[in-house]
């Protein structure tokens, strides 16, 4: 069985800071590793995955994440925040070998980005 | 056509009431699912349909009872339900349901049981 863990519940920064979102997982099989984005009132949207080849992956909007697999880790950064990156943040991982797209998330980050 | 649609947006229903959500894509997706959010808490999976054939159901209660009547459209029908059942239900799809698709997901319905 699979699980993930996002140390941090809520993670408040200023505008223009950088910003680290952390998420280990656990599991005896080989995953994908998923960042999910929910802005307020809306679904999520996939930010960014790691399937396999590189370790560091970026999305279009600045944001990266690197698979650490010693360390089963997999968090995601940003350099510099913008108030509209202000959302859930949802870590999740799928196990490689199944055919079944069930996803297995964390507990969710709450971004909030002052001015 | 790349998003995935669900209503009503907002639904409030009564314990003895039945309700049906409707979810809908037109991006030749095979595998869709349903999803129940809590608030402040990730999205816990429900059903999934393969080729609009039910592939799982997580121990879902009987009062929920999914149908998917072609590869566009995915049904949730709902049948005394318990205030516990109020929840955000997402509606997600991906191409075939391999672990190598991506799945987009609806905005969804936020479903408030009295």
């Known amino acids: 069985a699979q699980s993930v863990t996002q140390l941090d519940s809520q993670v408040p920064v200023f505008e223009e800071a950088p910003v680290e979102l952390r998420c280990n997982y656990s599991s005896s099989v080989s995953v994908y590793l998923f960042w999910y984005v929910q802005y307020p009132n809306q679904g999520l949207q996939l930010l960014l995955k790691?399937?396999?080849?590189?370790?560091l992956v970026e999305s279009i909007n600045g944001f990266e994440a690197e698979f650490n697999k010693s360390q089963t880790s997999f968090h995601l950064r940003k350099p510099s925040v913008h108030i509209s990156d202000t959302a859930e943040y949802f870590c999740a991982v799928e196990e490689s070998s199944g055919n079944t797209g069930k996803l297995i998330f964390g507990q969710g980050t709450t971004l909030q980005v002052k001015p | 056509d790349t998003e995935v649609t669900q209503t009503p947006k907002h639904l409030v229903m009564g314990m003895t009431n039945k309700k049906s959500l409707k979810c809908e894509q037109h991006?030749?997706?095979?595998?869709m699912y349903w999803y129940k959010q809590k608030a402040k808490k990730p999205p816990e999976l429900m059903f999934v349909?393969?080729?609009?054939?039910?592939?799982i159901n997580e121990s879902v209660p009987s009062r929920f009872s999914p149908e998917c009547p072609n590869s566009s459209l995915l049904n949730l029908h709902l049948h005394a339900l318990q205030p516990e059942d109020s929840a955000l239900y997402l509606c997600?799809?991906?191409?075939?349901?391999?672990?190598?698709?991506?799945?987009?997901f609806g905005p969804g319905t936020r479903l408030t049981v009295l």
């Open positions: 790691y399937l396999s080849g590189s370790t």
């Open positions: 349909y393969s080729y609009e054939k039910l592939s």
């Open positions: 997600a799809s991906c191409l075939s349901g391999g672990a190598l698709d991506e799945q987009f």
């Open positions: 991006m030749g997706h095979r595998a």
